[in-house]
Antibody
Framework: QVQLVESGGGVVQPGRSLRLSCAASGFTFSAYAVHWVRQAPGKGLEWVALISYDGSNKHYADSVKGRFTISRDNSRNTLYLQMNSLRPEDTAVYYC???????????????WGQGTLVTVSS | QSALTQPASVSGSPGQSITISCTGT?????????VSWYQQHPGKAPKLMIFEVSSRPSGVSNRFSGSKSGNTASLTISGLQAEDEADYYC??????????FGTGTRVTVL
């Protein structure tokens, strides 16, 4: 069965960095675009970034552009999010999510991970 | 870019129908048929309910339906059931090559 498992969350001081990982299984990871979506405590969903199946296309929300970098290792079936210059407003549960079909790039998302909490605080 | 606009809350009695609106602009909802709807129960990951305005993924009840008129998309839940009580979010592709989510709607079954 399809599984997405995030890891790497934790408490970090403002201005520091953190790298999230999302381990995929149960499907051909290298055929699908994948995304990061975040949700601040008690707030709504916010799309963060996407990467195409082969890593050639990457897009970011304005709120993270220049600070966050999305990448993937298809040999390890793993998605990453490198987060630099973290701010308190980046505090959220971060989900990885998969596109419904291999040919898509912009969703929709049929499978989501359970999320990993990132807290940015001094 | 600001989030798409949804009502904060909608309620209905079991068996009734409710409709949740999602208002954007011609650069997102109105410009593309890439509107999706997600259901989220507390502490859980979102679940895809509708994609491409009105298509249902396999396994989603036909009590859920979607539509769009101009810059506003809508999700209708018919035959409301207790298990439908959750938060609902719309999303849309935008002309800026981003994805926007809606502000979210809390559905309460009375």
């Amino acid at each position: 069965q399809v599984q997405l498992v995030e890891s790497g969350g934790g408490v970090v001081q403002p201005g520091r960095s953190l790298r999230l990982s999302c381990a995929a299984s149960g499907f051909t990871f290298s055929a699908y675009a994948v995304h990061w979506v975040r949700q601040a405590p008690g707030k709504g969903l916010e799309w963060v970034a996407l990467i195409s199946y082969d890593g050639s296309n990457k897009h970011y929300a304005d709120s993270v552009k220049g600070r966050f970098t999305i990448s993937r290792d298809n040999s390890r079936n793993t998605l990453y999010l490198q987060m630099n210059s973290l701010r308190p407003e980046d505090t959220a549960v971060y989900y990885c999510a998969r596109d419904l079909e291999p040919v898509l790039l912009w969703g929709p998302f049929d499978y989501w991970g359970q999320g990993t909490l990132v807290t940015v605080s001094s | 870019q600001s989030a798409l606009t949804q009502p904060a809350s909608v309620s209905g009695s079991p068996g009734q129908s409710i409709t949740i609106s999602c208002t954007g602009t011609s650069s997102d909802v109105g410009g593309y048929d890439y509107v999706s709807w997600y259901q989220q129960h507390p502490g859980k990951a979102p679940k895809l309910m509708i994609f491409e305005v009105s298509s249902r993924p396999s396994g989603v009840s036909n009590r859920f339906s979607g539509s769009k008129s101009g810059n506003t998309a809508s999700l209708t839940i018919s035959g409301l059931q207790a298990e439908d009580e959750a938060d609902y979010y719309c999303s849309s592709y935008t002309s800026s090559n981003t994805l926007l989510f809606g502000t979210g709607t809390r559905v309460t079954v009375l």
